[in-house]
């Protein structure tokens, strides 16, 4: 299905007249990740289109189903100016698997990847195509960081303050050198992106510490100072959800990426689930509950948010909502209905001295989240 969207949409760009006649000869591909940007893709376009005069380059959009109609927007363009094309998004969501995509679509020696929210200066892409081009570098960063380099008003104090610790985060675990590693702007040969690939998660929203980290030191990086814009239409994706992402992103990194990052955001959800069972717990013991009463009620209540945390965290490109998310709350409840069973018969095993009732709670709740990770990867949250 997603796939036969994604070929119906290119087609759309490559009927126009003329359409080989560029798609072929492009030296620079432009990848423009998008949700909910219909106002900001004409303009953006427009700007590349006088920003780029000279260099024969494509514009890649990579939207993921946005209900404002970006997708539409941009195939509107591609009917006029074969220089654009559009690929579709149905079922998959998030910044990483969108660039990827958009990426391993081109056929240009050079790629760029930017925001298609306008907070990126076009102006530099000729700049940053003429150090590739020079050999010197495999890879070059639009850095807000480097001397000459400012975040504008593009940021929030309290998001640049995020920001640094995120940077300061990243060149600290994984040993990356670069001065903006949350940078989003930057441009790559593309046989070295190929190359990379493979080791890229499909899930997060920091592609570029991604790349990075994956080529374990092999690229040669400049980069180039450049001042972030504010945003003129559209709101920021950026949220509480996309902190935890990076954070995921960070240690299965750190992990020498044996676990996914899925894994670790379900991970970390568990985590905030076990708190929440102790809480629960506890609340239910002072209450007079039996043990095994407590037990079972506190396991519901740390299904219940480990429910809702999940589908708007671990698996925000299959999120369920409406009806589907009340009936994946119901199915989320009889698959892990067995471990709940594990998880009280395991705590009651250990529950001894009313000293200890978190030791026996913490392993009942580690008992159980064993199956609801199974669980609800192959039934819950399924691929459609």
């Not at 299905?1 to 591909?29: K, Q, Y």
């Amino acid at each position: 299905m997603d796939s036969a969207v994604n070929m119906a949409d290119e087609d759309a760009a490559t009927t126009a007249p003329g359409a080989g006649l560029h798609r072929h000869s492009a030296e620079l591909s432009i990848v423009l990740p998008s949700f909910n940007e219909a106002e900001n893709i004409p303009i953006l376009i427009g700007l590349l289109d006088k920003t780029l005069t000279g260099i024969a380059w494509e514009a890649i959009v990579v939207d993921d189903n946005s209900p404002d109609g970006t997708a539409g927007v941009a195939r509107d363009i591609a009917l006029k100016d074969a220089r654009v094309r559009v690929i579709r998004r149905i079922g998959r969501r998030g910044l990483s698997g969108a660039c990827t995509e958009g990426v391993l679509s081109s056929s240009a020696p050079f790629v760029a990847v930017m925001d298609a929210d306008l907070q990126h200066d076009e102006t530099m892409l000729p700049k940053m195509l003429a150090e590739l081009k020079s050999g010197a570098f495999d890879l070059v960063v639009a850095s807000r960081k480097v001397e000459g380099g400012d975040m504008g008003s593009g940021l929030s104090s309290i998001r640049t303050f995020g920001s640094n610790i995120a940077n300061g985060l990243a060149q600290r675990l994984l040993n990356v050198t670069l001065q903006d590693p949350m940078s989003g702007f930057f441009m790559v040969r593309r046989d070295r992106a190929e190359e990379l690939a493979p080791k890229l998660s499909p899930q997060g929203f920091k592609i570029l510490l991604d790349l990075v980290s994956s080529a374990a030191g092999s690229l040669r990086i400049k980069e180039l100072p450049f001042t972030f814009r504010k945003r003129q239409h559209g709101e920021s994706k950026l949220d509480t959800l996309v902190t935890l992402d990076y954070f995921g992103l960070l240690l299965a990194k750190y992990f020498g990426d044996v676990v996914s990052v899925r894994f670790l955001m379900f991970g970390l959800v568990g985590a905030s689930g076990l708190l929440v069972h102790l809480v629960a717990l506890r609340a239910f013991l002072l209450s007079d509950v039996s043990f095994n009463g407590a037990q079972t009620a506190a396991s519901f209540v740390a299904m219940t948010s480990n429910f809702f945390l999940n589908n708007q965290l671990t698996y925000r490109d299959r999120r369920l909502t409406g009806l589907g998310a009340l009936v994946g709350l119901l199915t989320f409840y009889a698959v892990c209905s067995v471990g709940v069973l594990a998880n009280v018969g395991v705590a009651n095993l250990i529950y001894a001295d009313p000293a200890y009732w978190w030791v026996a709670g913490t392993a009942g709740a580690v008992m159980g989240a064993v199956w609801n990770y199974a669980a609800s990867s192959a039934l819950t949250w399924r691929k459609s």
